[in-house]
């Protein structure tokens, strides 16, 4: 889901060091020059593996913060739908609600934008990252865009995506096709405040057509080049679920796809072949030892989404 260097000077503090006061040999001399200690064998290994561990829960934690904003996002969405099937089901109060509820949301959102998020001129653009939930609330919306036909989706949110019943099953194929699906903010926050206005007035028609428009505003975009992103971010969300469930022969075909994945998108792309290919060969080796890493299984793989992530928006 980017070193310096800093040159420090220091200045002895004693004004003369003469011949009799140099400490003998193997003494531990008192003077502070400011250096940093250097280390060696054992000591210098594990302040490596301490140095790896934190840049490992760093880029978990970025990882994590998208998917938060990712999920809500989605709960826009998904009271956006709710909302609709109030009103289809002459349901004005609760539809009201919905509209509030998903208006708050947004106000969360608007709050800050949280490492790992976009940045400057993007802010405002979430993106949605379907795979991690065990409902699909994008596919609808998805499925009428590709057909061309904007049906009244009453409720996004209807298709359950649990993980597969064989373990061996894997996402063979970038579920959706959209490469890139984002929530304009400002866009759902407009539509939502016509809509609002609209339920209060009593005008069910033009509070619907309000919501509709929010839905098909989705952004929805698709790099060809990038599809075998799309489908190692989905095969490393399954992974983390599957290896949550303990079926960890099935989170090893998911994550060994996602190596498979990594390949294509590294033999089309040679520019950035080098970091693509370290992360597939980590990947492959841990999918024939999952059950002895469980452990670290789930800080591992939200990092590798988290570089799959950040490879799709370069």
């Known amino acids: 889901m980017k070193s310096s260097a800093v040159i420090t000077s220091f200045a002895l503090c004693w004004p003369l060091i003469v011949a009799s006061q140099t400490p003998p040999t193997g003494a531990i001399s008192s003077i502070n020059t400011g ?3 250097v280390t060696s064998g054992p000591a210098k290994q594990d302040t490596a593996k301490q140095d790896a561990a934190k840049q490992d829960a760093a880029k978990q934690d970025v990882a994590k913060q998208k998917v938060d904003r990712s999920d809500l996002a989605s709960t826009v969405l998904q009271d956006t739908g709710h909302a609709r099937t109030a009103l289809k089901n002459s349901d004005q109060t609760g539809a009201a609600q919905n509209v509030k509820d998903a208006l ?12 790992g ?23 609808p919306l998805t499925t009428a865009k590709q057909s061309q036909d904007a049906p009244a989706i009453q409720s996004a949110g209807s ?6 019943e064989s373990a061996h099953q894997q996402v063979s194929e970038a579920a959706g096709h959209y490469t890139n699906v984002s929530l304009d903010l400002n866009m759902a ?22 919501l509709k428009a929010l839905q098909d505003g989705l952004t929805m975009v698709t790099v060809p080049a990038n599809l075998p992103l799309l489908e190692a971010r989905q095969n490393l969300a399954l992974a983390d679920n599957l290896v949550r469930d303990g079926r960890y022969d099935g989170a090893s075909a998911a994550l060994n796809a996602a190596a498979k994945a990594l390949a294509d998108y590294a033999a089309a792309q040679p520019a950035k072949a080098e970091p693509v290919n370290a992360a597939r060969q980590e990947m492959t080796s841990s999918a024939s030892s999952i059950n002895q890493n469980v452990a670290e299984m789930d800080s591992r793989i939200h990092s590798w989404w988290n570089l799959v992530t950040d490879w799709a928006q370069q």
């Open 104 to 115: 708050a949301v947004i106000g969360q959102l608007q709050k800050g934008n949280p490492a």
């Open 35 to 37: 250096a940093a200690p």
């Open 117 to 139: 998020g976009n940045s400057g001129s993007n802010s405002n653009m979430v993106p949605i990252y379907d795979e991690w939930k065990q409902v699909s609330i994008v596919k």
């Open 159 to 164: 298709l359950n995506r649990e993980a597969p």
């Open 189 to 210: 926050q407009n539509r939502l405040q016509a809509a609002q206005s609209a339920i209060s007035e009593g005008n069910v028609t033009a509070a619907d057509a309000s």
